[in-house]
């Protein structure tokens, strides 16, 4: 029987290829993410995407394809995905939640500890032989004791809280309802939770509900001796009033691993000395990634077997 037409979007590691190979027939797009190598009957034959990456997945895109039946994206995000266009045509469409979480909230602590002790500076500092010349580093920011805010207490938000416990911190958190937690503060208001916190992280998912959730009053309520560390899109802070408040010094300092038009990040965030900058890459250990790969493979197998996907979006 001949093996079912699939299209990798994407960059895709090799050990993903490979099993994808042996069970599907594989078509690719190139990095422009242009189709037009593709003659229709090609696009006739295909019935699933193994999605990757942030670029759009929209409407016209889905539309190339009649008798696409599976979007199976490789990440927990599926904000670039158009959800409502593939459930209106009946495509299945799957994520990867649990497997990336503890990396996720693993980086965001790394982040607040090296921008809070300017690691990467201090680094920096030893290796151009300045600490010989000039002696002592910058001082830091203690974060143990410290008040921490949570903006989303979904998997990847509660397990940073679950994190920051053992640093003796106060932890507070804004969700729409309050949520069954080990007596953390509730805040119905991200403004009033930013200005209750010394340093607030981001960990909303994407998408239009979430388009600048965390805007300039909340971003200046952090305030000047305050961090902001963002691990979940670019697009849920306003990134103009971020930019000019690391700018002005009403933000004390940030940690961002996600940014508006990544990887084309605005210039601007590379003049500031006050701002860490990571190339999205919380879910970035091997282990992970192979995780991931192996429940979107599980995910188009369910499919393909007329099976419920194992983690399904819609
Ligand atoms: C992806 C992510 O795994 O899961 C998500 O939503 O943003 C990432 O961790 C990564 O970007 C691969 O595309």
């Known amino acids: 029987m001949s093996k079912p037409q699939i299209l990798v979007f994407g960059e895709c590691d090799d050990w993903d290829l490979q099993p994808l190979g042996e069970l599907y027939e594989l078509h690719y797009v190139p990095a422009d ?7 229709s009957e090609t696009k006739e034959a295909i019935v699933g995407i193994a999605f990757r990456g942030h670029s759009q997945l929209n409407a016209a895109i889905m539309d190339e394809f009649p008798n696409l039946g599976v979007v199976a994206n490789y990440g927990v995000g599926y904000d670039t995905i158009d959800v409502a266009h593939a459930s209106s045509r009946g495509i299945k469409v799957s994520n990867t939640p649990d497997v990336l979480t503890e990396d996720v909230a693993d980086l965001a602590i790394g982040l607040m500890i090296a921008q809070s002790r300017g690691i990467v500076g201090a680094s920096a500092w030893v290796r151009s032989g ?22 989303g207490l979904g998997r990847i938000g509660r397990a940073i809280g679950e994190r920051l416990v053992p640093f003796g911190m106060d932890i507070h958190y ?8 080990p007596n953390w503060t509730h805040h119905g208001d991200i403004t009033e939770l930013a200005a209750a916190v010394d340093i607030l992280f981001v960990s909303v998912s994407g ?79 091997v282990d992970t990634r192979k995780a991931i790969g192996a429940l ?12 419920p996907l194992v983690t399904p979006v819609n």
């Open 33 to 39: 993410n242009s189709l037009g190598h593709l003659s």
């Open 296 to 307: 979107q493979r599980a995910n188009l197998a369910a499919y393909f077997a007329g099976e």
């Open 207 to 285: 998408g239009p509900t979430t388009k600048g959730i965390v805007g300039k009053e909340a971003i200046e309520a952090v305030g000047p001796n305050g961090l902001l560390v963002n691990i979940s899109r670019g697009t849920t802070i306003d990134e103009g009033a971020l930019l000019d408040a690391l700018e002005s010094g009403a933000l004390g300092a940030a940690a961002l691993d996600v940014f508006l038009s990544e990887p084309n990040l605005d210039k601007r965030f590379l003049a500031l000395d006050n701002a860490l900058l990571q190339p999205h890459q919380s879910s970035g250990t």
């Open 174 to 181: 804004y969700s729409r309802e309050e949520k069954d937690t």
């Open 130 to 151: 300045e600490w010989q010349q000039h002696g002592e580093y910058r001082l830091g920011t203690k974060i143990s004791g410290k008040k921490a805010g949570i903006v």
